[in-house]
């Protein structure tokens, strides 16, 4: 399998969270390429989500419509994964609370509803059990288990 696509999201991926860092202190790409590595089995697509999950909400590249297309474009982008990627950006800005972001994940894509699981899985991993952001990625997997069920 050529790998190219995949090399190339983390590339950006990288370049994009370059200046972020994680609750204690490593670099915050290492999130997104362990929830992309997490998702092996479901393919490069499944990763190249994985990979690309946070930029479009967390980043400085955060122009949604823009930066959609310079990765489509720059990176061919298959149609299922700009729409899993789309699927991925909570709208917070307009107004979406998170039980309407997982219903759009949900009925949107699978490749979505994968790398959200992955996300939140490895959210839950790596933060300390009871704080907040513990509770908040317990009660967000918690959500999203109901309504997969």
Do not use: C
């Not at 370059?18 to 092996?40: C, D, M, N, S």
């Amino acid at each position: 399998m050529n790998q190219q696509r995949l090399s190339t999201a983390i590339t950006f991926a990288a370049i994009a969270h370059e200046e972020q860092f994680r609750w204690k202190g490593e670099p915050y790409i290492t999130h997104p390429i362990a929830v992309a590595a997490a998702l092996r089995e479901y393919g490069e697509s499944t990763q190249i989500v994985g990979v690309l999950h946070d930029v479009l909400e967390d980043t400085e590249a955060a122009l949604r419509g823009t930066m959609l297309t310079i990765h489509v474009i720059s990176m061919n982008l298959m149609e299922e994964e700009a729409i899993a990627l789309d699927a991925m950006t909570r709208r917070k800005d307009e107004g979406e609370e998170y039980p309407e972001y997982v219903a759009r994940i949900i009925a949107t894509s699978t490749i979505a509803q994968r790398v959200k699981l992955a996300d939140i899985r490895h959210n839950l991993l790596t933060m300390t059990p009871g704080g907040e952001s513990w509770k908040k990625h317990t009660r967000a997997k918690i959500e999203l288990l109901k309504v997969l069920s």
